[in-house]
Protein backbone atom coordinates (compact mmCIF):
# COMPACT_ATOMS: atom_id res chain seq x y z
CA UNK A 1 0.00 0.00 0.00
CA UNK A 2 1.29 3.63 -1.00
CA UNK A 3 0.15 6.31 0.90
CA UNK A 4 -0.15 9.50 -1.74
CA UNK A 5 -0.57 12.82 -0.15
CA UNK A 6 -0.62 16.02 -2.29
CA UNK A 7 -0.34 19.57 -0.95
CA UNK A 8 0.43 23.42 -2.35
CA UNK A 9 -3.11 24.19 -4.11
CA UNK A 10 -4.52 27.56 -3.51
CA UNK A 11 -5.77 30.81 -5.61
CA UNK A 12 -3.39 33.07 -7.47
CA UNK A 13 -3.88 35.71 -10.25
CA UNK A 14 -3.13 34.93 -13.73
CA UNK A 15 0.47 35.18 -14.66
CA UNK A 16 1.88 33.30 -11.15
CA UNK A 17 3.21 31.04 -9.72
CA UNK A 18 2.60 27.63 -7.43
CA UNK A 19 4.68 24.47 -6.60
CA UNK A 20 2.57 21.67 -5.78
CA UNK A 21 4.37 18.98 -3.59
CA UNK A 22 3.49 14.83 -3.71
CA UNK A 23 4.87 12.66 -0.76
CA UNK A 24 4.45 9.17 -1.06
CA UNK A 25 5.32 6.46 1.49
CA UNK A 26 4.56 3.21 2.84
CA UNK A 27 5.27 0.83 5.35
CA UNK A 28 7.48 -1.53 2.61
CA UNK A 29 7.68 0.81 0.21
CA UNK A 30 11.14 2.36 -1.59
CA UNK A 31 10.22 5.76 -3.13
CA UNK A 32 12.44 4.72 -5.62
CA UNK A 33 10.43 2.02 -6.70
CA UNK A 34 7.78 4.67 -8.09
CA UNK A 35 7.02 6.59 -11.74
CA UNK A 36 5.24 9.26 -10.57
CA UNK A 37 2.91 11.74 -12.61
CA UNK A 38 0.34 14.77 -11.93
CA UNK A 39 -2.83 14.60 -13.41
CA UNK A 40 -5.66 17.20 -13.39
CA UNK A 41 -9.41 17.57 -13.45
CA UNK A 42 -10.49 20.92 -14.63
CA UNK A 43 -14.11 22.24 -13.70
CA UNK A 44 -16.69 19.95 -15.89
CA UNK A 45 -14.15 18.26 -17.42
CA UNK A 46 -12.39 14.92 -17.67
CA UNK A 47 -8.82 14.46 -16.04
CA UNK A 48 -6.32 14.67 -18.01
CA UNK A 49 -2.29 13.92 -17.74
CA UNK A 50 -0.36 17.35 -16.65
CA UNK A 51 3.76 15.57 -16.81
CA UNK A 52 5.14 12.66 -15.20
CA UNK A 53 8.73 11.46 -14.57
CA UNK A 54 10.45 8.06 -13.99
CA UNK A 55 11.58 6.51 -10.80
CA UNK A 56 15.36 8.74 -11.17
CA UNK A 57 14.14 11.62 -12.41
CA UNK A 58 14.65 11.14 -15.76
CA UNK A 59 12.60 11.30 -18.99
CA UNK A 60 10.08 13.98 -17.61
CA UNK A 61 6.99 14.36 -20.41
CA UNK A 62 4.62 16.97 -20.18
CA UNK A 63 1.10 17.73 -22.04
CA UNK A 64 1.31 20.23 -24.93
CA UNK A 65 -0.94 22.24 -22.48
CA UNK A 66 2.02 23.03 -20.08
CA UNK A 67 5.24 22.74 -21.79
CA UNK A 68 7.49 25.41 -20.80
CA UNK A 69 5.16 26.31 -18.20
CA UNK A 70 5.32 23.73 -15.96
CA UNK A 71 8.20 21.56 -14.64
CA UNK A 72 8.23 17.84 -12.74
CA UNK A 73 11.08 16.86 -10.55
CA UNK A 74 11.55 14.75 -7.91
CA UNK A 75 13.95 14.72 -4.44
CA UNK A 76 14.20 10.40 -3.86
CA UNK A 77 15.61 11.41 -0.59
CA UNK A 78 12.58 13.24 1.00
CA UNK A 79 10.20 10.56 -1.10
CA UNK A 80 8.64 13.52 -2.65
CA UNK A 81 8.04 15.05 -6.28
CA UNK A 82 7.25 18.15 -7.28
CA UNK A 83 5.27 20.55 -9.77
CA UNK A 84 6.59 24.17 -10.47
CA UNK A 85 3.52 25.69 -12.12
CA UNK A 86 4.85 29.14 -13.73
CA UNK A 87 2.81 31.49 -15.92
CA UNK A 88 -0.83 30.47 -14.83
CA UNK A 89 -3.75 30.93 -16.73
CA UNK A 90 -7.80 30.31 -15.89
CA UNK A 91 -7.35 27.20 -18.03
CA UNK A 92 -5.10 26.04 -15.34
CA UNK A 93 -7.88 25.69 -12.65
CA UNK A 94 -8.64 22.32 -11.70
CA UNK A 95 -8.39 19.66 -8.90
CA UNK A 96 -4.66 18.40 -9.12
CA UNK A 97 -3.81 14.58 -8.45
CA UNK A 98 -0.91 12.84 -7.63
CA UNK A 99 -0.38 9.46 -9.12
CA UNK A 100 2.37 6.70 -8.83
CA UNK A 101 3.20 3.36 -10.53
CA UNK A 102 4.66 1.10 -8.33
CA UNK A 103 7.23 -1.24 -10.09
CA UNK A 104 6.28 -0.03 -13.37
CA UNK A 105 7.53 2.82 -16.07
CA UNK A 106 6.72 6.31 -16.21
CA UNK A 107 3.31 6.98 -18.49
CA UNK A 108 0.50 9.06 -19.61
CA UNK A 109 -2.18 6.95 -19.01
CA UNK A 110 -3.84 7.37 -15.70
CA UNK A 111 -5.07 3.66 -15.97
CA UNK A 112 -1.88 2.73 -15.17
CA UNK A 113 -1.44 4.08 -12.06
CA UNK A 114 -1.69 2.13 -8.89
CA UNK A 115 -2.56 4.64 -6.76
CA UNK A 116 -3.85 8.43 -6.23
CA UNK A 117 -3.71 11.41 -3.44
CA UNK A 118 -7.22 12.89 -3.03
CA UNK A 119 -6.54 16.04 -4.77
CA UNK A 120 -5.11 19.72 -4.47
CA UNK A 121 -7.46 22.45 -5.82
CA UNK A 122 -5.81 25.19 -7.94
CA UNK A 123 -8.16 28.34 -8.93
CA UNK A 124 -6.42 30.98 -11.16
CA UNK A 125 -8.50 33.86 -11.11
CA UNK A 126 -7.73 36.44 -14.43
Known amino acids: QVHVVESGGGLVQAGGSLRLSCAAS??????????MGWFRQPPGKGREVVAN????????DYADSVKGRFTIARTNAKNTMYLQMNSLNPEDTAVYYC?????????????????WGQGTQVTVSS
Open 99 to 115: AVVRFGKMTRHGNRYDY
Open 26 to 35: GRTVDFTDLA
Open 53 to 60: IGWDGNGP
